[in-house]
């Protein structure tokens, strides 16, 4: 555990009451005109007044140790309990006082109306899941949402943030912090957790939320790093897309490349890398055509002449993908 002078707002999920040990201090903490420094001795004083300074004056961040997320992290998010939004007058009312107070403001269209309460989770910075909008509860929502998060991060915490949507941004209601290391050893984990303001200070009214979280590391995929190895291969899981066999895929080092042009790459079973011709291929694939031509992408530019290269003997010099597409509806494709 590093412990460093920052400008930032203290990290509020960090039990800084159960520091046992300080290991290094950077730079040394000048508390008023006293510089105080942990190295030898008095290390419980030193945390136990460090903590107090911290609390109070919320200049100090403890950054933890990352660790490298590499897997798949499955998390749920169940529900909310006991939120408040000091940013309401009515924010820290009971719950039926609360909802009679935004009917009346939605009905009226005045004030804010009603709660939109949201989820967030993030690694550190990055977002990586969002719940949908709860509407009309704002003290319990209840999501009961699923995620199946891809990881490639270093992280020292995983971050669920509870939100009130507004027309523009959001009103922090209060976060929880998993440090990662909780669910490095890939245990199936189901409790709650207090929230936290970013001051550091716990939201009062003890609000929680309930997570479900499991972490499968990308050690344990049987198929990682193999491809599609065999017809056995499942495909990617928690797709829309099902996992298609006799499918064929061209790589192209460019949609063009001169008669010159043979780099010595070996493939596959001592096979020679061969060039392919992005566009002539098209051309031949649309000239050649008998039922059907399915162009995708963000838009067809039909006076663009495929086959230029003079130094080729490939018919098509000259032909525009208009003029090939309308040749081709002539004979009724």
Known sequence: MWIILNEGNFDPC?????????LEVYPSLLLGKREISARNEGKQAFTSELTHFLCRFHLLRIVMALHLLHGTFHITICQAVNL????????????????????????????????????????ERARV?????????????????????YCAFNVAHVVVSMKNDNPVGATLLGRAKIPVS????????????????????????NARVHLR???FDISQDPFWGKGVSSFKFPGVPYTYMR????CKVTLYQDAHVLDSFAPTIYLDGGRLYKPHRCWEDIFEAISNARHLIYITGWSVYTKIELVRDEQRTFPGI?????DLLKRKADEGV
């Open 84 to 123: 408040s939004d000091d940013h309401r007058h009515s924010g820290r009312a009971p719950k039926f006082v609360r909802k009679l107070i935004e009917g009346v403001e939605d009905v009226a269209k005045m004030g804010k109306g009603f709660s939109r309460l949201y989820a967030t989770i993030d690694m």
């Open 129 to 149: 899941g969002r719940t949908r909008i709860i509407k009309q509860e704002p003290v319990n929502p209840v999501w009961n949402e699923s995620f199946h998060i």
């Open 14 to 22: 960090v039990d800084t009451f159960r520091w046992t040990t300080v």
């Open 182 to 205: 909780d669910i490095m050893s890939g245990a199936e984990i189901d409790r709650w957790y207090d929230l936290y303001h970013d001051t550091g200070e716990k939201v009062k009214g």
């Open 318 to 322: 000259g032909v525009t993908l208009g």
């Open 213 to 215: 979280m499991q972490y």
């Open 243 to 246: 996992h298609w066999r006799g």
